[in-house]
């Protein structure tokens, strides 16, 4: 590295804008190249901080409206995307879509990107592209007496959830999607129904991004498939698993997947829940490792947060507007004999033809203030927020500026399984009640984040009996699991409760899909973390019948409207909300954005080679 290269590099430091590793990145980057220009460096480490914070690529629209570091004013600046193009293409390391370098600058979209990140981009779209179109699964006279027999005319509400069954009944994959409650499990239950009385030796695999999201879609799908009419009942495996253990990846991410192009799935037919967690790695190694004859259906709420890792793969896949091409309509009325119109609008996004969105809430029919309010912070209006959240006609939802009577909320709805605690009660029994409710936190840090209020929980739990004995463990604290554990049968997302077992012996119990209790010694756990309060992240794929929902006093770039919706949706008959009406204001005003050039890739096959167009 040059002098001039690492006094820049110090002089990113003392910004404090990047963390370690996107300025290491830059300068082994500096190391390899002593004519690498700041600028590039500056350009090398955004990206690294825009992988970490969750986006496929930089857009370099947006970094050339970005103000200059204010640095060195001597160091030459590019003044616009096509300058930064003409200096990005000078760099040994930047390659054109389709060379093999660490990275690649497509400069017909204006994107930049780490090489894996395009790769992994471009080969999710091939594998879509290929999948998307007609593929019948069986004649239209067998398709169309199934779905006529399971979404019967006269049920004006199963109309969508009919026309999703029927994509999945004619197409290699089907992307359904909708917020809580509006049938997804209900209408893959009945999908499933179609596509097995059609061909029944198919292979059938459920799969969910966390263990915790599995062990729900097996409970919920398992009741929906007993709710079929009895002619059409249908066996799929009892068991849902999680991505990873499913395609076989072990930690690291190092080795191939045990099942990979050249070693597919054995499965004809698989449904995935939470799609919106999945990102894009592991959906392209989903994909990839599918067979080319098999059924995909994806099932998600593309508005929830997006996934950890790099991506918003549901939310680009969703990119499209809704309704289908001409084509695709005259097909599905040939099919199902049903009546409907093509979209107006024009859009080559193949998967619109393969994706329905459920819009109708069944579940909240007891509670329509969730359901209104959801669709107010889904819909970012801070106004009819506000209104729902401090009015006295949706007694269901309420929410209040000061924290003072959160503790005591706390305990309220805590208190069923304080209750059981101090009564003793059988340990099945204490896990269901805690399970009933859940204090979300939008952060991890700060006196409102989950570390400072797990400690004022405990703290105030201790003060009135409730947690009795010193240290770690305490009879009736809740355990988070962070991270699989194959060996003590946990997986990341777990929570369970130290309780005493007959003898008196502190027990970790966890709850089954199943309702039984899995027990193991509390010196067996691994990495955990107490659970009284939890980050919203952590409960997306988990649902509970009152939230209490805690934002932090100070505002964030990740208080986003997506969080707001995840944390509301957690809530199945109750939400109690405590923070300051500008801070939910900023947050509903901020979406959570990713840059991706996915919607792209699926629309237009990459021109290997590349040509500008600024
Ligand atoms: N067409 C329908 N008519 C009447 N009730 C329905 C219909 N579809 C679903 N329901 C009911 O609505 C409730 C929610 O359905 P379901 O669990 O399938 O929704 P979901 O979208 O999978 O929810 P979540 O995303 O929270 O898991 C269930 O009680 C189900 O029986």
Redesign the pocket.
Same mark, same amino acid.
């Given at each position: 590295m040059t002098p001039a290269q690492a006094a820049w590099l110090r002089a990113l430091r003392n910004l404090g804008r990047f963390e370690e590793f996107d300025l290491q990145l830059a300068g082994m980057f500096a190391r390899q190249d002593p004519q690498l220009p700041e600028s590039a460096m500056w350009v090398i480490a955004c990206l690294s901080q825009q992988i970490q914070r969750g986006a496929v690529c930089l857009t370099l629209a947006g970094l050339a409206a970005e103000t200059p570091p204010a640095v060195n004013p001597s160091v030459p600046w590019p003044a616009n995307a096509a300058d930064w193009v003409t200096l990005l293409r000078r760099v040994p390391a930047v390659g054109v879509p389709g060379q093999i370098r660490p990275l690649v600058l497509d400069g017909s979209s204006g994107r930049f990107y780490s090489y894996r990140h395009w790769d992994l981009e471009q080969r999710l779209a091939r594998e879509l592209r290929q999948r998307a179109g007609w593929a019948p699964v069986a004649e239209a006279r067998v398709v169309r007496r199934a779905l006529n027999a399971l979404f019967p005319a006269d049920?004006p /509400? /199963?109309s969508l959830?009919g026309l999703a069954a029927a994509l999945a009944a004619s197409g290699r994959i089907t992307v359904l999607t *909708?917020g809580? *409650? !509006? *049938?997804? !499990? !209900?209408t893959l239950a009945r999908m499933l129904a179609v596509l097995l009385h059609a061909r029944p030796a198919s292979r059938v695999a459920l799969v969910a991004p966390t263990g915790k999201a599995a062990a729900r879609m097996e409970e /919920?799908l398992g009741g /929906?498939l007993a709710r079929l009419p009895a002619q059409w009942r249908v066996t799929v495996p009892a068991q849902a698993t999680t991505l990873h253990r499913l395609l076989g990846l072990r930690p690291g991410a190092a080795h191939l997947p045990r099942f990979h192009p050249a070693h597919p799935l054995p499965v004809d037919i698989l449904a995935l829940d939470e799609a919106s967690m999945v990102d894009l790695a592991l959906m392209t190694r989903l994909v990839e490792a599918l067979p080319d004859t098999a059924r995909l259906i994806l099932l998600g709420?593309p508005d929830q947060l997006a996934s950890v890792e790099a991506g918003a793969v549901l939310g680009d896949l969703c990119e499209s507007p809704l309704g289908f091409s001409p084509m695709q309509a005259r097909r599905l009325v040939e099919l199902t004999g049903w009546s409907m119109s093509p979209a107006t609008a024009r859009d080559d996004h193949p998967l619109r033809d393969h994706r329905v969105h459920l819009t109708h809430n069944?579940?909240f029919g007891d509670s329509p203030g969730l359901a209104r309010l959801a669709a107010a912070v889904n819909g970012g209006d801070a106004a009819a927020v506000h209104c729902l959240l401090t009015g006295e006609g949706e007694p269901e939802v309420s929410g209040s500026a000061e924290p003072g009577l959160m503790m005591e909320q706390v305990l309220a709805g805590y208190a069923p399984y304080l209750d059981a605690l101090t009564a003793g009660t059988a340990a099945a029994e204490v896990l269901g009640r805690f399970e009933q409710f859940r204090v979300l936190c939008a952060h991890r840090a700060g006196p409102f984040g989950v570390d400072g209020l797990n400690a004022r929980i405990e703290a105030a739990l201790r003060r009135r009996g409730y947690l009795l004995g010193e240290g770690l463990w305490t009879a009736g604290r809740p355990v988070l699991v962070t991270r699989n554990d194959p060996g003590a049968r946990l997986a990341n997302g777990d929570v369970g409760l130290i309780l005493p077992d007959r003898s008196g012996r502190l027990q970790a119990v966890f709850r089954r899909s199943d309702g039984s209790v899995h027990a193991i010694s509390p010196a067996r756990l691994g990495a955990w973390e107490t659970a009284f309060a939890m980050t919203v992240h952590k409960t997306q794929g988990s649902?509970f019948d009152t939230v209490l929902l805690v934002l932090p006093s100070e505002d964030s770039p990740l208080l986003t409207r997506n969080l707001l919706y995840t944390g509301v949706t957690r809530a199945r008959r109750r939400l109690r909300v405590v923070g300051p009406v500008e801070i939910w204001e900023s947050a509903l005003a901020r979406r959570q954005q990713r840059a991706s050039g996915l919607g792209d890739a699926l629309r237009r096959p990459q021109a290997i080679g590349d040509h500008e167009c600024y």
């Open positions: 049920e /509400a /199963a959830q *909708g809580p *409650g !509006t *049938g997804k !499990t !209900t /919920a /929906a709420d069944h579940r649902e």
